[in-house]
């Protein structure tokens, strides 16, 4: 059954036939041009596509191969992106947002998304702490050897809590002051998990990777155990291609 198109993202040309991309239900991935944009997409056979890991895999994984072929300069749409047909996209998309779609073409040329999560160990770090701050140790071993008012329970949860966020915000000025001089732009995000203390992407001319990799190599040797840094240096760039609202 055709439920219609499965969308994955706008080439700045038409991809070549020689090029073999697979997408979502094994369907082959291709390229049509409209409005001046070329989309790539698959024939879609659900309406509604499950968001699981093998999928979003998929999705990401034909953009990445889109990229690997030299379309450095691609816009990537939403997973689970159907539509019926092409005049769809025409009307809710590339007539309405023609010139903001151009904009994001030029913003991206020759230039590239990096990111990068920073995860501490948390009780490590909080061991730290008390360990280089030995009146507030006192008073955290005192927890267990008497019995505490709530007040000065509190008191002493709120001096570790203010302790672990100045060690906290010393680590991501690091990472703030020495990756941000490299970029053109960047942009903060949520972090994703309790002991994830920072969630930034990064905008950078295409061929600076390396030094920004190794930028991001010198700050790991800079702390050491205490930190584990995930860095993608080969991503599709969805932070730096949306569409604005105004």
Known sequence: M????YLYGILPAPISEKVVLEGLDKQPV?????????????TAKQEKYLTSRRNLLCHEKVLEDAM????RSLLPLRFGMVVKSWETVSEQLTSPYKEKLQELFQKL????EVSVKVVWNSKS???ALLESNVSLKKKRDAMSG?????SEIIEIGKLIENGLQLRKEAV??????ELSALAEEFVENDTMTEEMIYNAAYLIPWESESNFSDTVEAIDQQFGDRLRIRYNNF????????LSSD
């Open 2 to 5: 055709n439920n219609g198109l």
């Open 30 to 42: 291709q390229s049509y041009s409209i409005d001046g944009f070329n989309f790539l997409y698959s």
């Open 172 to 177: 991501i000025d690091v990472f703030r002051d």
């Open 68 to 71: 690997t072929e030299g379309f």
């Open 125 to 127: 770090e909080m061991q």
């Open 146 to 150: 008497k019995a505490l008012s709530q």
């Open 235 to 242: 991503t599709a760039p969805y932070t730096f291609a949306q």
């Open 109 to 112: 040329e020759g230039r590239r």
